[in-house]
């Protein structure tokens, strides 16, 4: 099972994903894609940051994540 929602945040395109594990439980995702206008696009992508007992509590965490890596590395 594959789930994604793409949201915009300070110049990103935020894109949690999670994935569920054969014991049932889910591990958030992320990709992060920049595109600057003197560059090429930036993609960034992270997996398992951490692990949860539903679809929605992954997607939550993964969307948190990425706004708090954004806020600290611009």
Known sequence: M????????????????VHRLPDGCFSSNLTLRRSDIRSDSTSYDFYSLEYFGTEEAALRYSDGWAREWIDTRG
Not at 2 to 16: F, V
Request: hydrophobic content about 30%; overall charge neutral.
């Open 2 to 17: 594959e789930n994604s929602l793409i949201t915009h945040y300070r110049g990103y395109a935020i894109a949690p994903s």
